[in-house]
């Protein structure tokens, strides 16, 4: 239980850090700049948003959309005291965006087409 716990701030960590983004890039801002705005904007951000988030981001750069077992983490997460709640909810937010992305692409090729 405690490598869980190690393991969920290792993730968070370097989640909020922006290690695991492309930082958006602005001309009128300096990298330096841009990565600090973005951190804070981060550490601002619900789990849930930053799961909603990183789902547009994978749909917008063209990454491989993945799939969260949230019913098998919410479990795992009421097994363990409520330990994963951060888990969880940031899957929550990823789910809702890759159903609402799905949405959005079907009425974009109904127009097309």
Known sequence: ?????????????????????EPDYHYEYSYQDQKKYYRNDVRNMSDFELGYQQAQ?????????????????????EILDNQLTEIV?????????KKRLKIKKQIMIVFYN
Not at 57 to 77: A, E, F, H, T
């Open 89 to 97: 909810d940031f899957m929550i937010g990823y789910n809702q965006a």
């Open 1 to 21: 239980m405690n490598d869980f716990k190690k393991i969920h701030d290792f993730l968070k960590d370097n989640y909020e850090n922006g290690n695991f983004h």
């Open 57 to 77: 981001s994978d749909y917008r750069y063209g990454y491989q959309i993945k799939y969260y077992p949230v019913s098998l983490i919410k479990i795992i997460n």
